[in-house]
C-alpha cells in the first residue's frame, strides 16, 4: 500500500557539510519523512514549491526539463520512495505517455523530489518502508531518526564524539553501520562517484 507524503517543512543539520533535511508529512496523518540534501537544493525545492512557474519559463534545469517533458506529452504521475542505500533513500519515477506507463527506477530522493515539485505530482513511500524510516518523537521538542538515514560524513563524526565521550555502545553500533555501508553497494554511487 502506497502512502501519500507532502512537503512539510525544511531543518538544518548540526554538522557543517552544508546539509540539510527535508521534512515530508504523511498526508492527513503526523508521521514525518526526514530527507537528507544540500542545504542548496532543499531551499531551491521549497521555493519552486512556494512559487510555481508557469510553462513555458524554464528558471531552473528542474523546470527546463519539466518543458521537455510537456513538449513530448510525457506526464510526471507520482514519485516513489523504494528504499534506502548508504544513507541515500531511493526513488522511482512513474511517467505516462500516450497512455503507457514508463518508469525511472532508480534515482536519488533529492532529484526526484525536485521532480515532484516542479511536475506538481505526488510523492508516496510504500507503507512498510515509511514504518521503518519515520522519525520517532522521543520528547517534547526531540525526534530520534534511524541510523541508515545519516550520511557517513555524519556517522563518522557521530562516531568520533561517541568514542570521545566514552559511549561505547553507540560506537559500536556506528561502526557496525559504516561496516556493513562499505560492504554493500549503492546503484546511485556505483553510476556517479561525483553525486552529492
Given at each position: 500500500m502506497l502512502i501519500e507524503l507532502e512537503l512539510s517543512g525544511l531543518a538544518s543539520t548540526a554538522d557543517q557539510n552544508d546539509r540539510s533535511i527535508v521534512i515530508l508529512k504523511e498526508k492527513g496523518g503526523d508521521?514525518?519523512?526526514?530527507?537528507?540534501?544540500?542545504t542548496r537544493r532543499a531551499v531551491s525545492m521549497m521555493m519552486r514549491r512556494q512559487i510555481p512557474l508557469s510553462l513555458p519559463v524554464a528558471a531552473t534545469?528542474?523546470?527546463?526539463?519539466?518543458?521537455l517533458l510537456h513538449k513530448f506529452d510525457?506526464?510526471?504521475?507520482?514519485i516513489e520512495f523504494t528504499?534506502?542505500?548508504n544513507?541515500?533513500?531511493?526513488?522511482k519515477i512513474v511517467a505516462e505517455r500516450e497512455g503507457q506507463e514508463c518508469v525511472v527506477d532508480t534515482c536519488q530522493a533529492h532529484d526526484a523530489l525536485v521532480v515532484a515539485c516542479?511536475?506538481?505530482?505526488?510523492?508516496t513511500i510504500d507503507s512498510e518502508l515509511f514504518q521503518a524510516?519515520?522519525?520517532?518523537?522521543?520528547?517534547?521538542k526531540s525526534f530520534a531518526i534511524n541510523i541508515d538515514v545519516l550520511t557517513r560524513k555524519m556517522l563518522e563524526d557521530a562516531l568520533e564524539h561517541a568514542v570521545a565521550t566514552e559511549n561505547f555502545e553507540v560506537a559500536t553500533q556506528i561502526r557496525d553501520e559504516l561496516a556493513r555501508r562499505n560492504q554493500a553497494r549503492n546503484p546511485i554511487e556505483d553510476a556517479n562517484p561525483y553525486a552529492e
Amino acid at each position: 500500500m502506497l502512502i501519500e507524503l507532502e512537503l512539510s517543512g525544511l531543518a538544518s543539520t548540526a554538522d557543517q557539510n552544508d546539509r540539510s533535511i527535508v521534512i515530508l508529512k504523511e498526508k492527513g496523518g503526523d508521521r514525518i519523512l526526514p530527507v537528507m540534501m544540500s542545504t542548496r537544493r532543499a531551499v531551491s525545492m521549497m521555493m519552486r514549491r512556494q512559487i510555481p512557474l508557469s510553462l513555458p519559463v524554464a528558471a531552473t534545469v528542474a523546470d527546463a526539463y519539466n518543458l521537455l517533458l510537456h513538449k513530448f506529452d510525457v506526464t510526471v504521475k507520482r514519485i516513489e520512495f523504494t528504499g534506502i542505500a548508504n544513507g541515500v533513500f531511493l526513488c522511482k519515477i512513474v511517467a505516462e505517455r500516450e497512455g503507457q506507463e514508463c518508469v525511472v527506477d532508480t534515482c536519488q530522493a533529492h532529484d526526484a523530489l525536485v521532480v515532484a515539485c516542479t511536475s506538481v505530482c505526488p510523492i508516496t513511500i510504500d507503507s512498510e518502508l515509511f514504518q521503518a524510516q519515520y522519525m520517532r518523537k522521543t520528547g517534547d521538542k526531540s525526534f530520534a531518526i534511524n541510523i541508515d538515514v545519516l550520511t557517513r560524513k555524519m556517522l563518522e563524526d557521530a562516531l568520533e564524539h561517541a568514542v570521545a565521550t566514552e559511549n561505547f555502545e553507540v560506537a559500536t553500533q556506528i561502526r557496525d553501520e559504516l561496516a556493513r555501508r562499505n560492504q554493500a553497494r549503492n546503484p546511485i554511487e556505483d553510476a556517479n562517484p561525483y553525486a552529492e
